[in-house]
């Protein structure tokens, strides 16, 4: 019965594969591997005062809350991990009608760096715990809504278009299915800040109401930077 199977081959089992079982739940953490993380994210963009007040004297949104998700596909190499992200934000006013005055969206490239790991004999069974830091590049979009035809004037921002510089810092834990049968093999729980800086650029605006809208002079205060900070929580899968 075996002969139409090996013929003149010699048959053999398949190498073990000691990264996907481990025997041990003290075993050292080996975390190589793709990666695939979604999760959302929480902050503020800072605005600068330009676009708080202008000759019309009509006030404009000032610093809005930023609200939405993030997605990113990557590669972890120990303790060093590089991820090309996908973060999508809605905006609203920080008084309390919670205006959605528009949304942005940002494609960046990232490097994650585990500075301190805690293994299993510390955190738990098949549990790594490590403080990270982090930083990369990105392109920011950011598109503002006019005002429905009932809600009063403000000032919208024209959109922009601008490459920003990340930074960050945070925790992850990190769990090992000790006997994994396919996708996931590891999953991770990030939780941390991320700081984001572009070169000022004055702004331009226009007062609207509802489709009518002039434009305005604003005042510019001479900023260094641009800058936002966002608090994200997200899970990662490796396999």
């Not at 990264?19 to 993380?37: C, I, N, Q, S, W």
């Amino acid at each position: 019965m075996c002969l139409p199977f090996t013929g003149n081959h010699v048959g053999w089992a398949e190498p073990a594969r000691s990264d996907l079982y481990v025997e041990d739940p003290y075993a050292p953490h080996h975390t190589d591997g793709t990666t695939a993380r979604l999760g959302t994210a929480v902050g503020y963009l800072f605005l600068p005062p330009s676009t708080i007040a202008t000759s019309s004297g009509i006030p404009a949104s000032g610093d809005v809350l930023a609200l939405g998700f993030t997605g990113a596909l990557g590669h972890r190499w120990g303790r060093v991990a590089i991820e090309a992200e996908y973060s999508y934000l809605g905006f609203r006013t920080l008084d309390s009608t919670e205006t959605h005055v528009g949304n942005g969206h940002r494609l960046g490239v990232l490097a994650r760096y585990d500075v301190i790991q805690l293994g299993p004999h510390v955190v738990g069974p098949n549990s790594m715990l490590a403080l990270y830091v982090e930083g990369g590049a990105a392109t920011a979009w950011n598109y503002w809504s006019r005002p429905a035809y009932n809600e009063p004037s403000r000032i919208v921002p024209d959109d922009t278009k601008r490459v920003e510089g990340q930074a960050g810092v945070g925790i992850m834990l990190d769990h090992r299915l000790q006997e994994p049968i396919g996708f996931p093999r590891r999953v991770g729980w990030f939780l941390g800040w991320r700081v984001s800086m572009s070169p000022h650029q004055p702004i331009a605006a226009s007062v609207c109401r509802g489709v009518s809208c002039r434009s305005v002079t604003m005042m510019d205060d001479n900023s260094i930077v641009d800058r936002s900070m966002l608090f994200q929580s997200s899970l990662e899968f490796t396999f």
